[in-house]
């Protein structure tokens, strides 16, 4: 089962997606951008690492479709899963967290949550441009599997951003649509589900180094955005994919 699951990391970024897969990338991407412009969003900030590919597939469509038109300012953040061991036992399970835990003791876990992030250099980054920001905010994520990673993005904005709690501004949206499983099965076969790999099989959850993005140091890492790779082998098979996304979004061959 390892074996499989390295393979498909080691092929040609050029193999990595099928046509029928690159045509919904699209399909989703301008599914993306009728959001923005119905919704207003003057401001993205894209989930790192499995939502920055997403960025590069804006960035292309965007310049395709609204060539000179200004687009959304995009900004990431690293806050979700992969930061589970800070979290205590009331935010293991957002389904259940939220119907059976009483309020105060959601807050205080939050609360907690929040306090263990290494937070107070993004916020003072991210504040002016937050709080000036006069058309909505739009979290986005690559698919939702539990919901755990935008609840508790969209919980982190709202407690340090408070103009973010007046009216509808702060709003989340998730890429790919749960029949997209068909064209992106869920890591692909039966011997990955053995191994409890759920989610799309979009090539960057396979292979981080697809992100241009490093490991993180830990599980509980607290940083609040992705480190960049820095390794050369690695930051060379991320700029390819870079450029094959540069190439399907320009129609290019």
Not at 18 to 39: F, G, H, M, V, Y
Request: glycine share 6%.
């Amino acid at each position: 089962m390892k074996k499989n699951l390295e393979s498909r990391t080691r092929l040609p970024v050029s193999e990595l997606l099928s046509e029928e897969q690159k045509a919904l990338l699209i399909t989703r991407t301008d599914d993306l951008i009728k959001e923005i412009l119905n919704n207003d969003v003057q401001m993205l900030v894209f989930m790192d690492k499995s939502a920055r590919p997403l960025s590069w597939m804006l960035l292309e469509r965007w310049k395709t479709r609204f060539p000179g038109k200004k687009m959304p300012a995009i900004k990431f953040v690293n806050i979700g899963g992969e930061k589970m061991s800070l979290a205590n036992e009331y935010l293991y399970n957002p389904d259940w967290y939220r119907k059976y835990t009483p309020k105060e003791e959601q807050e205080v876990a939050l609360r907690r949550y929040f306090e263990e992030l290494d937070s107070s250099d993004y916020i003072k980054k991210t504040a002016g441009d937050i709080e000036r920001t006069k058309g909505k905010v739009m979290l986005v994520d690559d698919y939702s599997f539990s919901g755990f990673s935008l609840f508790l993005a969209t919980k982190f904005f709202q407690y340090h951003y408070p103009s973010l709690n007046n009216g509808q501004k702060l709003v989340s949206y998730t890429f790919f649509h749960d029949e997209d499983g068909k064209i992106f099965p869920p890591y692909g076969d039966f011997e990955l589900l053995k191994q409890g790999l759920k989610g799309f099989n979009d090539p960057w959850n396979l292979d981080s180094t697809l992100t241009l993005l490093a490991e993180d140091k830990s599980d509980g890492d607290a940083a609040m955005t992705a480190e960049p790779e820095r390794n050369p082998e690695k930051r060379k098979r991320g700029l390819e994919m870079r450029e094959e996304i540069r190439k399907i979004f320009s129609g290019e061959k």
